[in-house]
Structure formats: C-alpha cells, structure tokens
C-alpha cells in the first residue's frame, strides 16, 4: 500500500456541521486558539446566500477574540481572479470555509489564485478549518450526494474531486444525524484505500500532520476497508443493497485521537501517557 501523507505544517480543524455557537463553543474556541492575532478569512463560497454565515461567524469570532475577520466570497469563478479579494489573504493565519454546497466550492475556486492563498495559510502553519459542506471538501475525493438513513445501494453515491488538504480519507459530516453509515461504507466500498470519517453535529477532529484528535459533544466514526475480503460493490447491479464482508469499525468521541499512518485509535488515557 502507498504511504498516505499530509502536510504537517498547518491545522485542519474539520467540523461536522452545527457547531455550538452560543455555550462552550469548544470548537470554535480550538479555531480562534490557532488563528492567534492574525486575521481570518471566512469563505462562504459553499452558499448562494453568504450573508447570514458571515454575519454569524464574524460575531462569534469577535466574541472568542479575533478582530480581524473578512469574508472572501465568489459568485462566478472568472472572480477568483480580483486583486481585491487576493490581498485580503494579507497577514491571514485562518480561513474557515462554511456550510452550503462542497461543489460550489471545488468547482467556484479549485485550481485558481484563491485556492493557492488558501494552501499558502496552511503551508504557512495556520489553520484552515470547515463546516459540513466545508468538512466535506477538505478531501482529495469528497462526498457530493447519496441517500442516508438507509442501506447503502449500489450506484447510489456521487463523489468528486476535493481540495485534497488531508489525503487518504473520505469525510462525511451531520453523521449520526443524517444517518449517513451507509453511504460512507459504500464510498469505502468503492475505495478501500480510503478511510472513511464520519463526523457527528458540534464535534470536530483536528488534525496536525499524520494524526487527529477528537473535540466536541459527539462522536467520530471511522471506517476502514483496508481488510475487507469481500465485496459485491463491482459485481452487482445498480441499486443493490451493499455487501461488505470484514469491515473495520472505530468509533472515538472527544479526547480520543488516530493516527491516520498507523490507521490506528488512540484512547485518550493512552494520549496521556
């Protein structure tokens, strides 16, 4: 099996969706601790309408301390290209993508000047961090669409290509939630290279080089396929239900680590040892 890799320079903070913005906000407050005094850039580019999640974000951030927060936002990919918007990368130590649509994101700055700035933060060792649909694009392959809250049938997933800022796993967000264990397995199905994550609502992994640690109220559930002997994924007709012999399952909540190398957990009395 080929090494995975990822870049150890920088943070990812990667969020399930509905994070807590109004009690502890543990994640938001693990964000803020990584962007420090420098400025943070909030890309709502996942949602046709921006001005709600900037509104919301700019406030619980300048409540946790950081005052120096803009919003980069695209209607049309020819914008990528504004000067304007590039230099507000400018003394920039966080970007933290919103919720929405994950295509929109890949498709509206993927491979553009925008993307480069993005890269630039996290090979700058700053932080860059994702909500739901920005959870989502942080892969180098990401979930689009598929049906939850139900045995994964074949055919019945859509991937594409991510931003591939952590390499070597597929993420799903709203997991528990959504019910969305069959579609995970199946895109592991598809892939077993691939460790499948699956992130619950107000609960995050950040992830620093080649291991995560889990914050937040719920759960993390990670799929590995590595070893399944079977598989029906190939062979069977669309909309057969999955089958999907030896599966590996682990399931972490706050305080829990992994290392993504060793595709191994780690209980958090271990971490502190």
């Known amino acids: 099996m080929t090494p995975r890799k990822t870049n150890p320079a920088g943070t990812l903070v990667v969020i399930g969706g509905h994070e807590d913005k109004k009690g502890d906000r543990v994640i938001l407050k693990a964000v803020a601790s990584h962007v420090g005094q420098g400025r943070l850039v909030v890309m709502t580019v996942a949602s046709s309408q921006p001005e709600p999640y900037f509104a919301a974000y700019r406030k619980v951030f300048a409540e946790l301390g950081i005052g120096d927060t803009c919003e980069v936002y695209v209607h049309e990919r020819g914008e990528t290209i504004s000067q304007e918007l590039l230099e507000r990368f400018e003394g920039a130590t966080g970007v933290f993508f919103t919720g929405g649509d994950q295509l929109r994101i890949t498709s509206q700055i993927g491979d553009t000047e925008l993307e480069a700035r993005v890269r630039e933060v ?114 069977a007709r669309s909309n057969t239900v999955l089958s999907m012999f030896d599966v590996r399952l682990h399931v972490l909540s706050s305080g829990d680590s992994f290392d993504l190398a060793k595709r191994q957990p780690v209980a958090r009395e271990q971490a502190e040892e």
């Open 122 to 235: 996290f090979r700058s060792g700053g932080v860059v961090a994702g909500t739901s649909a920005g959870a989502s694009a942080m892969c180098e392959t990401m979930l689009v669409t598929g049906s939850g809250r139900e045995s994964y049938r074949i055919g019945d997933i859509r991937m594409a290509p991510g931003l591939g800022l952590i390499q070597g796993v597929i993420i799903d967000q709203h997991f528990a939630e959504r019910g969305r264990m069959g579609r995970l397995l199946g895109a592991v199905a598809q892939n077993p290279r691939l460790l499948g994550i699956g992130i619950d609502e107000d609960t995050a992994i950040v992830v620093q080089g080649e291991h995560f640690d889990v914050i937040g109220s719920g759960a993390v559930t990670v799929v590995d396929g590595q070893g399944v002997s079977r598989s029906n994924v190939a062979e």
